[in-house]
């Protein structure tokens, strides 16, 4: 999972969202500072705690009330601050001269709770007052303009799979959908599928998704993945996961397009039929290879549809979003903000 933002004087930034800290005080000595982003992480990752504050979207997308009130708790502030450093991280990565003064839209999953709304809203208006949410896949089809209409947009994150019918109008509910799953609960389910089939390999989160991320397909090409991994008895050996990565990538892409058509079954516009339509695939996990061919297949919509991957799978949504803070007029930023969630106290 990336954190990404544009900003209009033409900065951009892609960071890796996981925050290291110190381990002990010696750690924080050698490092010389409280916690680091971005590669210097790798350079000290031993010597780190490091937080994916957004893993599996745990703040992002189903939160409680019960959730949102306990932040003070320990464990869940150490997820709080790592996020909190992260958009500042990327909001001074930007080089925006008046943080106080900047329009600020953010991508959030298209089904997030008020609650993990709030969240977000909390940790930008540390930064700046002024800031507005809209779904991710909403965010990206803004950024495409005409290209993106009467299209389903598929916004395949590490945390979850959003879906968005199109039409060139800010979406009504029904007009978009969440799927709880994503590439880290892909990656979690090939490391214990790993670890179930070979038992004897060592493989860390990091191999794990380089190894996906290499290899990975739900089309009809695959490459043969024999992998050299380390082994418990200290030495290193070569492991056939062919058939491992290509039964979890074809669940994977089973459950994106099993969401697809629970969610074309739940827009209530007369207008929109599947014939003629695009089908958008944005967000990292739209690299998988053979994922267009795959949805095409199973839907049997060959001809009828387009399936495809938009040209930057990296920053299509923060350019969207971007281009609605800047283009939006007073009222239309008054429209954004006025779905703001009200939380209601924990004595409430």
Same mark, same amino acid.
């Given at each position: 999972?990336?954190?990404?933002?544009?900003?209009?004087?033409?900065?951009?930034?892609?960071?890796?969202?996981?925050?290291?800290?110190?381990?002990?005080?010696?750690?924080?000595?050698?490092?010389?500072?409280?916690?680091?982003?971005?590669?210097?992480?790798?350079?000290?990752?031993?010597?780190?705690?490091?937080?994916?504050?957004?893993?599996?979207?745990?703040?992002?997308?189903?939160?409680?009330?019960?959730?949102?009130?306990?932040?003070?708790?320990?464990?869940?502030?150490?997820?709080?601050?790592?996020?909190?450093?992260?958009?500042?991280?990327?909001?001074?990565?930007?080089?925006?001269?008046?943080?106080?003064?900047?329009?600020?839209?953010?991508?959030?999953?298209?089904?997030?709770?008020?609650?993990?709304?709030?969240?977000?809203?909390?940790?930008?208006?540390?930064?700046?007052?002024?800031?507005?949410?809209?779904?991710?896949?909403?965010?990206?089809?803004?950024?495409?303009?005409?290209?993106?209409?009467?299209?389903?947009?598929?916004?395949?994150?590490?945390?979850?799979?959003?879906?968005?019918?199109?039409?060139?109008?800010?979406?009504?509910?029904?007009?978009?959908?969440?799927?709880?799953?994503?590439?880290?609960?892909?990656?979690?389910?090939?490391?214990?599928?790993?670890?179930?089939?070979?038992?004897?390999?060592?493989?860390?989160?990091?191999?794990?998704?380089?190894?996906?991320?290499?290899?990975?397909?739900?089309?009809?090409?695959?490459?043969?993945?024999?992998? /050299?991994?380390?082994?418990?008895?200290?030495?290193?050996?070569?492991?056939?996961?062919?058939?491992?990565?290509?039964?979890?990538?074809?669940?994977?892409?089973?459950?994106?397009?099993?969401?697809?058509?629970?969610?074309?079954?739940?827009?209530?516009?007369?207008?929109?039929?599947?014939?003629?339509?695009?089908?958008?695939?944005?967000?990292?996990?739209?690299?998988?290879?053979?994922?267009?061919?795959?949805?095409?297949?199973?839907?049997?919509?060959? /001809?009828?549809?387009?399936?495809?991957?938009?040209?930057?799978?990296?920053?299509?949504?923060?350019?969207?979003?971007?281009?609605?803070?800047?283009?939006?007029?007073? /009222?239309?930023?008054?429209?954004?903000?006025?779905?703001?969630?009200?939380?209601?106290?924990?004595?409430?």
């Amino acid at each position: 999972m990336f954190t990404t933002a544009a900003a209009s004087n033409g900065g951009r930034t892609c960071v890796r969202s996981e925050v290291g800290f110190p381990r002990d005080a010696v750690a924080r000595h050698m490092i010389g500072s409280d916690f680091v982003i971005g590669e210097t992480i790798n350079q000290h990752r031993q010597a780190l705690n490091v937080v994916r504050p957004f893993e599996r979207n745990s703040l992002k997308l189903a939160m409680t009330k019960q959730q949102f009130h306990s932040l003070s708790d320990a464990d869940d502030h150490r997820y709080l601050s790592a996020a909190g450093e992260l958009v500042s991280h990327s909001v001074s990565e930007l080089g925006v001269s008046d943080e106080q003064q900047m329009r600020c839209v953010v991508g959030i999953p298209a089904g997030a709770s008020v609650y993990s709304q709030r969240l977000v809203l909390d940790l930008i208006e540390a930064v700046t007052p002024y800031v507005a949410v809209v779904s991710e896949p909403f965010a990206v089809g803004y950024g495409m303009g005409a290209e993106a209409n009467n299209s389903i947009i598929i916004d395949i994150g590490a945390g979850t799979v959003d879906y968005c019918y199109y039409y060139g109008a800010f979406p009504a509910e029904q007009d978009q959908a969440t799927l709880g799953y994503g590439g880290d609960h892909v990656d979690a389910e090939l490391k214990e599928a790993i670890k179930a089939a070979h038992p004897d390999a060592k493989v860390s989160d990091i191999a794990v998704r380089r190894i996906k991320e290499r290899y990975g397909s739900a089309g009809t090409q695959v490459r043969d993945a024999v992998v /050299e991994l380390p082994t418990r008895e200290g030495r290193s050996g070569r492991f056939d996961l062919t058939d491992i990565i290509r039964g979890v990538c074809l669940q994977f892409a089973s459950k994106i397009t099993d969401g697809l058509v629970k969610h074309i079954s739940s827009v209530d516009n007369d207008d929109f039929f599947i014939d003629g339509a695009k089908v958008l695939l944005a967000g990292g996990g739209s690299q998988l290879q053979g994922l267009d061919e795959y949805i095409e297949q199973s839907l049997s919509i060959s /001809e009828r549809c387009e399936v495809v991957r938009i040209h930057d799978c990296k920053y299509a949504g923060a350019t969207g979003a971007l281009q609605l803070a800047r283009q939006l007029p007073d /009222e239309g930023w008054q429209f954004l903000c006025k779905f703001k969630p009200e939380i209601e106290s924990e004595a409430a």
